[in-house]
């Protein structure tokens, strides 16, 4: 064999060795790659029209924007994964890693979660903000009791009564109605004001009206907007009375078993959804105002001495939350007070 001859093939030995090494690398880096990459789903009750549902769409973008593409949110809108009654027991098992919860179902579980359902509680939204920066913590601790942890609140607003009777101007316009209520303890609000209760789900809450089985229904104004509420409703009654809240939660164990560096991605988008929903509340509410004008239902706004005639008529409610909450509750009541 001549030396050229050694010699090339010397070189091309030399050559594939720096081919196969350079191959290895980049498998072992593809491997990495497709380690690292995750999607995972996040169950929404809303309609994609909602102020919150746009808020969870901020979340999936900032989440792939700040893992480079790595983790994909799959958001599903309308109640088409879970609907709000099967919500909590779905992320609990790990059925679904991610889902928005109205915070009052859990209600069974945890009492004191019905603080904001206490009717005249909050004074304004921002109050809200307020309260959950000092609460917050408290209820995390609770529901990670349960399998679930918090990733982020979202502010619905105040929740208005709506119906297709009459005005309701005080308690006595409330007799003999009957009206749709979205919690236990809203129940025990429109109890205390002389109408009947019936507990139905937001999904559900359009065809009930339109079929009259009940008289009318509480729910926030750009969620009567979105789920064309005011199409088959007459009057509403701007009271304020409760706030009530959402949260996005994920199954503890899954969001336990993500890579510190997914977990802290997940909780940065978090944080800019949670700040771009309660930005977005004040905006909402006032479009949603304008579009149940413009829908020809008659708006009565109570004067302060009407005001305090529903305030009167609620405080069992707010003492029968305390009787029946704990000292979670207790602290939770001190908090709202304080604020």
Same mark, same amino acid.
């Given at each position: ?128 903000? %307020?309260?959950?920066?000092? /609460?917050? !913590?408290?209820?995390?601790? *609770?529901? =990670? $009791? @349960?399998? &679930? ?69 509480? %729910?926030?104004?750009?969620? /009567?907007? !979105?789920?064309?509420?005011? *199409?088959? =409703? $007459? @009057?509403? &009654? ?74 009167? /008529? ?5 003492? *029968?939350?305390? $009787? ?16």
């Amino acid at each position: 064999m001549s030396y050229a001859h050694r010699f090339f093939q010397s070189a091309g030995g030399k050559t594939l060795a720096a081919v196969a090494i350079s191959c290895m690398f980049w498998l072992l880096a593809a491997n990495a790659q497709a380690a690292s990459a995750l999607t995972f789903k996040l169950s929404n009750q809303f309609p994609p029209s909602h102020h919150i549902s746009a808020g969870l769409v901020v979340f999936a973008e900032k989440v792939k924007e700040y893992s480079k593409g790595a983790i994909t949110v799959q958001v599903y809108d309308s109640g088409s994964l879970y609907r709000d009654a099967e919500i909590v027991q779905a992320i609990r098992t790990g059925s679904v890693e991610t889902g928005l919860v109205p915070v009052n179902k859990w209600s069974g579980l945890i009492l004191a979660v019905d603080i904001f359902d206490v009717p005249f509680t909050f004074k304004d939204l921002p109050a809200m903000k %307020t309260f959950l920066d000092e /609460a917050g !913590s408290l209820f995390d601790k *609770e529901f =990670q $009791k @349960y399998g &679930t942890n918090v990733l982020f609140w979202a502010d619905y607003g105040y929740i208005q009564f709506f119906n297709s009777k009459r005005p309701l101007k005080s308690p006595n316009d409330f007799k003999g109605l009957t009206l749709r209520s979205y919690s236990a303890g809203d129940a025990e609000t429109v109890k205390a004001l002389g109408a009947a209760p019936t507990i139905i789900s937001s999904a559900e809450m359009y065809m009930s009206l339109q079929r009259g089985t009940v008289d009318g229904a509480n %729910t926030g104004m750009p969620a /009567a907007v !979105s789920r064309k509420i005011i *199409e088959v =409703q $007459k @009057y509403m &009654t701007l009271a304020n009375y409760a706030t009530a809240q959402f949260l996005v939660q994920a199954n503890l164990k899954w969001f336990k078993a993500l890579s510190k560096e997914q977990q802290d991605i997940i909780m940065k988008a978090s944080r800019d959804a949670e700040a771009f929903i309660r930005e977005k509340l004040h905006e909402a509410e006032s479009e949603a105002e304008a579009a149940v004008r413009k829908a020809g239902v008659e708006i009565y706004v109570p004067t302060p001495a009407e005001r305090e005639a529903f305030v009167k /008529a609620t405080n069992p409610v707010r003492e *029968e939350f305390l $009787k029946k909450s704990g000292e979670l509750g207790a602290q939770f009541v001190k908090i709202a007070e304080k604020i």
